[in-house]
């Protein structure tokens, strides 16, 4: 009976095939819970703030400000924000508790330690925990969910199949790619964020799935929610977000190197609001109570933080806030950075991604306003920084310039700024990173002890098991062997260590020429020691534990060999050399 994997390559044609179909279908799926999503957020929008339900639009009107309903009372969005973050805590803690938080760093954990497992139970629980948790008020966004069901469900797709490694790796980064592309309807952005961000490298045997799954999402979003850019910049407009002269790119240099800072603040600053939160010895429920309280006083002042924010940054981008001051610009941004850090520690679910978008937005407006007033005719409109703004705060805190670059691209639909972003974007990635190793995603995991920074290195080692690269056992010495015989087998032998084993073959420990020098001049010794009197202990693999594990062995023992062994019998053995050809072959077999 063939295996599922052959039965699902034999069906779709062998490996390279299938794995681009089933890309294209993990990312039709992908498409269709993008906009149910989207469309369930719209529908609590509509439901609780009163607003205008439209599937016409990309990103819904998600202002949540109250002014425009005179008949709710004041206090209204307070209580609607507190009751969204005990919702939200209810649904993650009795559900499925990994569903709380970003959802990025967990599909990369995934991606990096499990093989891309991932219960399909947590995406559906993200999705419908999210979708409460923005609609009613708590500053995250929809990337992390969004990325996390298409992960679970690309993951969950290749386990059917019965496939393992690389391959579901790949249907993860899948599901991440069109989930991106779908929301925020940037193909080409969706495709840099799986493979850059999700799957950690530019891998040619990922390449072509991703893709495919990163266009069926696209394409299946557009056909239900329109083909509009996710910021709709009217083209009358799209000549003023521009470089009005060439020394401006000075100026969005000295802007991608501010906002590598930023970046590292807008890190910092999330993670100490999320560890302060976590180190606070009070129940999940006061946890959540406090943090809606918070975000919903925010919103009372400015309405603009609540929920992803998205309208306000269109308005920035297209001149119609020309009447916000700088200082209501910085209060947006800072306030913006404040509630998510408390959306997000109070155990709200959602992405940073949108948050960071915003912040981006506010401060490089912010920053464009400045040079304005210095050099009014000389630079470009206050919503090309901003732009650029977005892009290089995204590519700070994730440490991704090539997925800022394009998704603010095909978000914006505008090529006239592409300079612009590139310069902003690498400056500011190169500083956050000389300054904070980690990104916004990979922060977390580094602190549980989760190192992704080399993780595309040792995923096939970790993959990769002794039992694959083991060889048959080494010549063995019994345990009663007298000395002289063990003296004569090391001199007529190349072996370095010789395995000692009992009757049983049960491994004992190994003896060398060093364990036996000191005894050569003992003549009388030669029929009264045993190889068991002067054998060293050995530390052992067996033949499931990954090749990283034993490397690790190889490494700590300061050895050559290590012997494999299952139920204490000595079944193989194990060398460094086997271990790099092991490795390199499947290196070669994974590009």
């Known amino acids: 009976m063939l295996h599922a994997a052959d039965r699902g390559q034999r069906l779709l044609g062998g490996e390279p095939t ?27 929008n509509t439901l609780v703030w009163g607003h205008r339900f439209g599937l016409s639009e990309v990103v819904p009107e998600d202002v949540l400000a109250h002014g425009d309903d005179p008949s709710l009372p004041y206090l209204y969005p307070l209580g609607v924000v507190i009751t969204g973050m005990v919702v939200v805590v209810f649904l993650v803690r009795r559900l499925a508790p990994s569903a709380g938080g970003h959802g990025v760093p967990e599909v990369m954990e995934a991606v990096a330690r499990r093989g891309g497992l991932m219960k399909a139970r947590v995406g559906f629980v993200k999705l419908i925990a999210s979708s409460l948790n923005i609609g009613l008020g708590g500053s995250v966004g929809k990337e992390g969910p969004i990325v996390q069901v298409g992960a679970a469900f690309g993951s969950a797709l290749g386990r059917f199949f019965g496939v393992h490694g690389r391959p579901v790796r790949t249907l993860v980064g899948c599901g991440a790619a069109a989930g991106i592309a779908a929301v925020f309807n940037a193909p080409i952005g969706g495709v840099m964020f799986a493979l850059e961000i999700v ?78 939160a976590k180190d606070w010895k009070a129940s999940p429920w006061v946890k959540a109570c406090v943090a809606g309280l918070l975000v919903g006083t925010a919103g009372l002042f400015l309405p603009e933080v609540l929920g992803e924010g998205h309208h306000t940054m269109t308005r920035v981008l297209t001149g119609e806030s020309s009447h916000l001051s700088w200082a209501v610009l910085l209060a947006l941004g800072v306030v913006k950075l404040l509630a998510t850090a408390f959306t997000i520690g109070g155990g709200g679910s959602g992405g940073v991604f949108a948050p960071t978008l915003f912040v981006g937005a506010m401060f490089g407006a912010l920053f464009g306003m400045g040079l304005e007033a210095v050099f009014p005719d000389h630079v470009g409109s206050v919503g090309a920084y901003a ?18 670059i394009l998704l603010l691209f095909e978000m914006s639909d505008n090529y006239l700024l592409i300079l612009p972003l590139m310069t902003a974007s690498v400056l500011a ?32 080692l970790r993959e990769l098991r002794v039992g694959d690269a083991m060889r048959p056992p080494t010549e063995t010495i019994h345990e009663r062997t007298t000395f002289d015989r063990i003296v004569r087998r ?33 003549e009388q010794l030669d029929h009264l020691l045993l190889a068991r009197d002067c054998a060293h202990p050995v530390t052992t693999v067996h033949p499931a534990d990954t090749l990283l594990h034993a490397m690790e062995v190889l490494d700590a023992e300061e050895v050559y060999e290590v012997p494999v062994v299952v139920d204490g019998k000595l079944v193989g053995s194990l060398t460094r050399q086997r271990v790099i050809r092991i490795y390199r072959r499947a290196l070669m077999t994974s590009t």
């Open 18 to 44: 299938a794995l681009i179909l089933l890309g294209a279908f993990v990312g039709i799926v992908s498409g269709f819970a993008a906009v149910a999503f989207v469309a369930l957020v719209r529908g609590i």
């Open 199 to 276: 799957i950690g490298s530019y891998s040619l045997s990922a390449f072509a799935p991703v893709l495919i799954a990163s266009v069926a999402g696209s394409v299946t979003a557009r056909r239900l929610m329109g083909a509009e850019s996710a910021f709709a910049i009217p083209e009358s407009l799209k000549e003023g977000l521009t470089i009005v002269s060439p020394w401006e790119m000075g100026a969005y240099a000295l802007m991608g190197l501010l906002f590598g800072v930023l970046s590292v603040g807008f890190t910092r600053t999330l993670y100490l609001i999320e560890d302060g």
């Open 387 to 404: 732009l650029a703004g977005m892009a290089a705060l995204l590519a700070g805190t994730a440490h991704a310039p090539m997925t800022a």
């Open 429 to 460: 990635t190169v500083v956050a990173s000389r300054l904070l190793p980690d990104s916004i995603y990979t922060l977390p995991l580094s602190r549980r002890g989760i190192l992704l920074r080399d993780h595309q290195h040792t995923a096939l």
């Open 490 to 522: 090391l001199l007529q032998s190349d072996q370095h260590d010789f395995p000692v084993v009992d009757a049983e073959g049960r491994l004992t420990g190994a003896i060398s020429l060093a364990d036996v020098r000191e005894f050569l001049r003992e």
